[in-house]
């Protein structure tokens, strides 16, 4: 299935590996959908990119996910970038503060998939986010490693009961994206520079490839229920 003529919908579309799956997707020939909280965000992005459409949701929020979906016709293909890295260990300040991980990235999947399902057709595809930290916990961000789990077993899980639509999911490594800026501010340089000594390829991903990836679980009409790692190997060491 190409996407030429297709529709997609990327919820977390306004910048990082989101941002990048919208650009790649229109280059491709697809109408483009984009949703995430920030009207701002959403603005800088339909400057950047022409032709995308724009949604205001918070995947977090059940009713305004199938609101959002509401206005939308049709839909070929989905990309779930929306999710957040929460840190704080098990034992330490209140529970409150971890649910957040869990309400975006698993309970907001479900919201999306709920809503969106209905308006796919056979072969169409939902392509879900978890990351480097379900194979390669660290301490201190044990939610994190759960959230992106839960994402990747849902691609799992959901590839049979969803069928013939498709279900996958990417796992991004170390990818340079503003979610970095937000949460290493100028300390990112040296962190990055220090983290891409240890990964087997020597260096981070770029948005662009992460984005690669989601394209090719969308476009290859024979892929579901598979996890797609964009870490450079670094689950392995
Ligand atoms: N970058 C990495 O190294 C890395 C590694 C492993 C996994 N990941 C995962 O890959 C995904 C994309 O990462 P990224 O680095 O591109 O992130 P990013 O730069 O922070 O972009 C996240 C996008 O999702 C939107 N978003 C976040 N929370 C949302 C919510 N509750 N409801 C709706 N939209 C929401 C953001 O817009 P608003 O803020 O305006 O809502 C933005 O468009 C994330 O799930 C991230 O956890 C990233």
Known sequence: MQLAGKHVVVVGGSQGIGLETARLAT???????????????????RDRLSHVHTVAMNIADEDAVHQAFAEVASIDHVYIAAGSFVGGKILDGSVEQFRPAIESRLWGSVYVIRAAAPKIPAGGSVTLTGGLSTDRPVVGAWVTSVATAAAEQLSRALSLELAPIRVNAIAPGWTDTPMWDDILGAAKQGAF???????????LATAEEAARAVIFLM???AITGEVIHTDGGHRYV
Request: hydrophobic share 35%; charged share 20%; net charge positive.
């Open 193 to 203: 520079q220090d983290v891409a000594t240890k990964i087997p390829t020597g260096r």
């Open 27 to 45: 280059q491709a020939g697809a109408t483009v959908t984009i949703m995430g909280r920030s009207l701002e965000k959403l603005q800088a992005a």
């Open 219 to 221: 476009s290859n009409p």
